[in-house]
T-cell receptor, first 113, second 111 residues
Framework: DGGITQSPKYLFRKEGQNVTLSCEQNLNHDAMYWYRQDPGQGLRLIYYSQIVNDFQKGDIAEGYSVSREKKESFPLTVTSAQKNPTAFYLC????????????FGDGTRLSIL | KQEVTQIPAALSVPEGENLVLNCSFTDSAIYNLQWFRQDPGKGLTSLLLIQSSQREQTSGRLNASLDKSSGRSTLYIAASQPGDSATYLCAPKAAGNKLTFGGGTRVLVKP
């Protein structure tokens, strides 16, 4: 089945720790995105990548980092600099054509221990 | 900067009623607008994508309209069912292929 796989489903972070969220897609999409969702709110863009080895900051990139070494993979690291990391994190992908929809994974819920 | 508002924030209707969900956006220079459904604790499922040149897009019981010049889109769900209970999000797409999301409308359809 073609789709987007996010892992783990639940993740706990200790104070001062960096954690990495995985996002893999087998849709052959060039573009990938990371969003953060807080309770009762819409999604906010953290980082996005239109092509391998290139990525751009979104609206709330501070305290996060990404890499895009392979077309299929776009991992997100939540660093210790992110002081309020508790949220639901969603990964999406699309073709780069502007008329194409974005497709989403099932999300990772990150909590602080 | 694009701002997206969805009204109402929550809606409760008896089964069989038609649903009307509103989305407004401040910057009309959009390529398209996507409507999504989100079940609790889950990711987003794309329902409809309406291009900036279109006025309407239909899929089954769902119909989305777009008035780009006034910055409005409406999602209509006909003959609602309990399985339609979810949060519905709208997201216009602008330059840079970036979506901007509204806060969503939480829908409860009572049997």
């Amino acid at each position: 089945d073609g789709g987007i796989t996010q892992s783990p489903k639940y993740l706990f972070r200790k104070e001062g720790q960096n954690v990495t969220l995985s996002c893999e897609q087998n849709l052959n999409h060039d573009a990938m995105y990371w969003y953060r969702q807080d309770p009762g709110q819409g999604l906010r863009l953290i980082y996005y990548s239109q092509i391998v080895n290139d990525f751009q900051k979104g609206d709330i990139a501070e305290g996060y980092s990404v890499s895009r070494e392979k077309k299929e993979s776009f991992p997100l690291t939540v660093t210790s600099a992110q002081k309020n990391p508790t949220a639901f994190y969603l990964c999406a992908s699309s073709t780069t054509g502007r008329d194409q929809p974005q497709h989403f994974g099932d999300g990772t819920r990150l909590s602080i221990l | 900067k694009q701002e997206v508002t969805q009204i109402p924030a929550a809606l409760s209707v008896p089964e069989g009623e038609n649903l009307v969900l509103n989305c407004s956006f401040t910057d009309s220079a959009i390529y398209n607008l996507q409507w999504f459904r989100q079940d609790p604790g889950k990711g987003l499922t794309s329902l409809l994508l309406i291009q900036s040149s279109q006025r309407e897009q239909t899929s089954g019981r769902l119909n989305a309209s777009l008035d780009k010049s006034s910055g409005r889109s409406t999602l209509y769900i006909a003959a609602s069912q309990p399985g339609d209970s979810a949060t519905y999000l709208c997201a216009p797409k602008a330059a840079g292929n970036k979506l901007t999301f509204g806060g969503g409308t939480r829908v409860l359809v009572k049997p």
